[in-house]
Structure formats: C-alpha cells, structure tokens
C-alpha cells in the first residue's frame, strides 16, 4: 500500500484527526500521527490484513531545540508484504525542566518497545506511559541527564574519573 492509502485507510477507520499530516520531502515518507492514538494506529496497522506491520523495527526520540519540541519516530515493518513505514509523534518541550516529555508506550503491541523506548528514555528523557520497566538500559542509574538532548552540559567527572 501507498502512503496516500495508508493515510486513508486510517482516515477513515478513525476518523480525520488522527492523522496531523504527512512528510514526504526527505528519504522516508512519514505520517505524523496524534500522540494519544499512536498505540490504537500501530494496533489497527499490525492487525489489518492490508497492512500487517508486524515488526517494530526502530524507534528513534528526537530533541529539536530549536522548535522547542520532542519527537518519537516509529520505523514499521511489513515482513509479509516487504514493505515498511515511518510514523511520527511530537509534543511540546515541557516547561517545567524537571517534568519529561511523555507519550502512550507501544509495548503492549511491539515487545521489541521494550528495549527501544528504554533507550529513548536513557539518552533523550523520554517518558513512555504505561511501559512496565522505565529504566536507564545504557548508562548508569544515577547518571544526571540526558546525553543526546541538544542542551545537555556534560559532567567533567564521574565517581571521581574524567569523562570530558
């Protein structure tokens, strides 16, 4: 299937609002999808005999600083029809520094998002709702920060060792 069907076949399914638009000017196209349907749009993708995205194969956390704003990237496989799709969902840097921006975890339809917003969580800050086991799974448990946001100031020293 086509992007522009994919588009409509979730269109119609749930509705004009689920889809806030779409990306078609880079190397992969891209639906950008409304945060609180993410987990009902992937669930209705993987299930759909047209589609059957049945393979989470990436999910990436995105920190534009510039636009004030916070990105999950999705990358949807079809191993079946050997076809693949990019969704995409944003929100809104939160005000406050110490809140995390937050989105529907997919681990309930993808269990590879186990491991996946694990990591967006680490390295970006990242919350995912729901998710069973929100923990740091590359750096330490008490590392301060979040390594791959724009505005992260690195640590002259950990536990006493030079890392910068």
Not at 13 to 21: A, K, R, T
Not at 76 to 83: G, K, V
Not at 97 to 115: C, G
Request: proline share 6%; glycine share 6%; aromatic share 12%.
């Amino acid at each position: 299937m086509s992007l522009a069907e994919i588009k409509l076949l979730l269109s119609v399914h749930f509705g004009e609002d689920v889809v806030l638009g779409e990306e078609t000017g880079g190397l992969q196209p891209a639906l950008l999808i409304e945060p609180a349907h993410i987990a009902n749009v992937c669930f209705f993708l993987r299930d759909h005999p047209l589609t059957y995205f049945d393979f989470l194969s990436c999910l990436t956390g995105v920190h534009h600083e510039k636009e004030n704003r916070f990105e999950v990237v999705y990358h949807l496989a079809s191993i079946p029809y050997q076809t693949q799709l990019t969704l995409k969902i944003n929100t809104e840097k939160p005000v406050n520094e110490s809140v995390l921006p937050s989105f529907p975890t997919l681990y309930h339809v993808y269990r590879t998002a186990d491991w996946h917003e694990r990591e967006a969580y680490d390295l970006i800050g990242i919350n995912f709702e729901g998710h069973p086991d929100l923990r740091r799974i590359l750096l330490p448990d008490d590392w301060e920060g979040f390594p791959l946001r724009k505005d992260y100031k690195s640590a002259e020293y950990y536990k006493g060792i030079k890392i910068d």
